[in-house]
């Protein structure tokens, strides 16, 4: 059987080689391997072709959207808030018109982290600019702080991982208003939402930790499932 094409969304840093820093189009090895093992053959995908995003989706059987910096608080109708790292406008905007072309085209979506924020965004959802404040406390983007996730069993994420996944992936922005056809399947102890799904859509599952990280290809052998 044929491995699925699936792409990979990208970062665009300046990067060091040789003697050289220059530009370049970048993604951590852990998204392509989770990939690999699941069945699917990865490809990366460089945030500067918006024009081009229907052919790909036209040639891709799934894509992830990858995590990465925050999004831009424009992109939501927000203001930008000084405690957050500037946006990569280019991204975003690259980001935005792919996934919004896979919802069209019905092609598979695993949004992880960041995409999952972008998912949302591109169903016209809002996000919490800086969790902390929300919270009163900075649980969420404690490095390595585990916590509990609650999962709805009847959600594709819950058929995949089951009712309850530790995970640990600091964050300090979240989903505030869910976006047009999303429901939230996945909630930390404190109702912070940490997955969404599309309904009535193939496969658009969203996130907000990082399961290529944690060695548990379930999530993504269920995503090249759909892919096929």
């Known amino acids: 059987m044929s491995r699925p094409l699936i792409g990979i969304t990208s970062?665009?840093?300046?990067?060091?080689?040789?003697?050289?820093?220059?530009?370049?189009?970048?993604?951590p090895p852990s998204y392509a391997r989770a990939v690999g093992r699941a069945g699917g053959a990865p490809v990366m995908l460089p945030p500067i072709a918006t024009p081009a995003v229907d052919d790909y989706?036209?040639?891709?059987?799934?894509?992830?959207?990858?995590?990465?910096?925050?999004?831009?608080?424009?992109?939501?109708?927000?203001?930008?808030?000084?405690?957050?790292?500037?946006?990569?406008?280019?991204?975003?905007?690259?980001?935005?018109?792919?996934?919004?072309?896979?919802?069209?085209?019905?092609?598979?979506?695993?949004?992880?982290?960041?995409?999952?924020?972008v998912l949302n965004v591109a169903q016209g959802g809002t996000l919490i600019p800086w969790l902390p404040e929300v919270l009163d406390n900075d649980r969420?983007?404690?490095?390595?702080?585990?916590?509990?996730?609650?999962?709805?069993?009847?959600?594709k994420l819950g058929k995949a991982v089951g009712d309850r996944v530790e995970v640990s992936a600091p964050h300090q922005q979240s989903v505030r208003?869910?976006?047009?056809?999303?429901?939230?399947v996945a909630w930390a102890e404190d109702q912070i939402v940490e997955g969404i799904e599309l309904q009535g859509h193939r496969f658009g599952v969203g996130v907000q930790w990082h399961p290529e990280r944690?060695?548990?290809?379930?999530?993504?052998d269920a995503f090249i499932e759909a892919a096929r």
């Open 11 to 27: 970062y665009f840093e300046a990067a060091r080689w040789s003697d050289y820093v220059r530009e370049a189009v970048l993604s």
């Open 57 to 117: 989706v036209r040639g891709l059987q799934g894509i992830v959207l990858a995590g990465g910096a925050e999004l831009g608080a424009d992109t939501y109708g927000g203001e930008h808030d000084e405690r957050v790292a500037e946006p990569q406008q280019h991204r975003d905007r690259f980001e935005l018109a792919l996934v919004r072309a896979a919802v069209r085209a019905d092609v598979p979506i695993l949004a992880i982290a960041r995409g999952m924020h």
């Open 140 to 155: 969420h983007g404690e490095p390595g702080a585990g916590h509990t996730i609650q999962v709805s069993v009847s959600s």
């Open 177 to 184: 208003r869910l976006g047009s056809g999303l429901l939230a």
């Open 214 to 220: 944690d060695g548990d290809g379930r999530l993504f």
